[in-house]
């Protein structure tokens, strides 16, 4: 089954032709990071305007990539949540367009669901159930995926996610746009035991996050550091904040891990790239003996390529839409409204 899909939810416009649910035939993607670079972050209007201009392209060149016609494609899918409303807008009324004008079925697909099944493109042995931590730049929240469509939140951030605070620190120090990798590269230089941040532990459930007060912690660190002439060792506290994100996250998966019985934890979302976070969740699953999936960077950041391999499963399960599917701004991974 050759899958069209589409991903325009923040400011990369994506369209793959996905075969099956595992295999990648082409990704195409058309980056804007250069364009909001030199604003510090994402301009909403203006990401909607480049996507606009972007996505017929991408669907030509992908059809030219694989060589394949409109008549092989069997079915067309979208990221219709969540996301910056006016980009998401722009790939759910191109993908109904091209539904109903090839006549082919829509597949509505969930983003957050998408960055877990990245994994399933890169190690096509991954079935569920397991455990998956999912670290992107507006989620960060640990899912049971008890079967490729059926999903259980254990716990998420309460306020901020940890991609947010990373790239919002990362902009304070003066880091360009994403920040979050160049706080990265920053942190394996530094000490992170020159500067002390807090560890948050929200509310009764303990697998809820918070990443609010280690945010501002830095933040008031910095400024301090501004306002008394202070010299101040950004290696360091790269490093230090890095470390305050990871002992948020990975203990929390280990947690998860020994009261769930799963032996099997995928990480998911452009934040799985952060190699403090990579490295921390590799040695504690070993010590558990647990297999550990990290889709290859590539497949880290918004692709194309994952809305098309959880659309399969989406397909099989008969999740389909029709010409009145609508996108939204915030909405449940499992679906509800938020």
Request: charged share 20%; glycine share 6%.
């Given at each position: 089954m050759n899958i069209l899909a589409v991903e325009s939810s923040c400011d990369e416009t994506a369209v793959a032709i996905v075969r099956d649910g595992r295999q990648v035939l082409t990704d195409c993607i058309a980056s804007q990071v250069d364009l909001h670079r030199i604003y510090g972050g994402v301009v909403p209007e203006i990401a909607s305007r480049k996507h606009i201009e972007a996505i017929y392209g991408l669907a030509d060149q992908a059809l030219a990539n694989t060589g394949l016609t409109r008549q092989d494609i069997d079915a067309v899918a979208v990221t219709y949540a969540p996301g910056l409303i006016g980009a998401v807008l722009v790939g759910v009324n191109f993908a109904k367009a091209a539904a109903l004008a090839m006549g082919k079925p829509l597949?509505?697909?969930?983003?957050?669901?998408?960055?877990?099944?990245?994994?399933?493109?890169?190690?096509?042995?991954?079935?569920?159930p397991f455990l998956c931590l999912v670290v992107s730049g507006g989620h960060t929240m640990f899912v049971e995926v008890k079967d490729y469509t059926d999903m259980r939140i254990l716990g998420t951030t309460l306020d901020d996610a940890a991609g947010e605070s990373f790239d919002k620190v990362a902009r304070v120090l003066g880091m360009p746009y994403p920040g979050g990798a160049a706080l990265d590269k920053a942190a394996k230089l530094?000490?992170?035991?020159?500067?002390?941040?807090?560890?948050?532990?929200?509310?009764?459930?303990?697998?809820?996050?918070?990443?609010?007060?280690?945010?501002?912690?830095?933040?008031?660190?910095?400024?301090?550091?501004?306002?008394?002439?202070?010299?101040?060792?950004?290696?360091?506290?790269?490093?230090?904040?890095?470390a305050a994100v990871s002992d948020t996250l990975i203990p929390r998966a280990v947690m998860a891990l020994r009261e769930t019985g799963y032996r099997k934890i995928a990480v998911a979302g452009g934040v799985a790239?952060?190699?403090?976070?990579?490295?921390?969740?590799?040695?504690?699953a070993e010590d558990l003996g647990a297999e550990v999936y990290m889709p290859p960077l590539s497949l880290c950041g918004d692709n194309g390529a994952m809305i098309g391999a959880q659309a399969y499963y989406e397909y099989l399960a008969g999740n389909l839409a029709d010409m009145s599917l609508n996108a939204y701004a915030t909405k449940s991974i499992l679906g509800e409204a938020l």
């Open positions: 597949i509505p697909v969930h983003h957050i669901r998408g960055h877990i099944a990245a994994n399933y493109l890169a190690y096509p042995e991954l079935e569920p530094g000490d992170e035991t020159k500067y002390v941040l807090p560890r948050s532990k929200p509310g009764d459930n303990p697998y809820n996050m918070s990443f609010s007060g280690l945010k501002t912690a830095a933040l008031n660190l910095i400024h301090h550091a501004e306002q008394v002439g202070e010299e101040l060792d950004i290696p360091s506290l790269c490093a230090a904040f890095s790239a952060n190699s403090r976070i990579r490295s921390d969740l590799l040695a504690a």
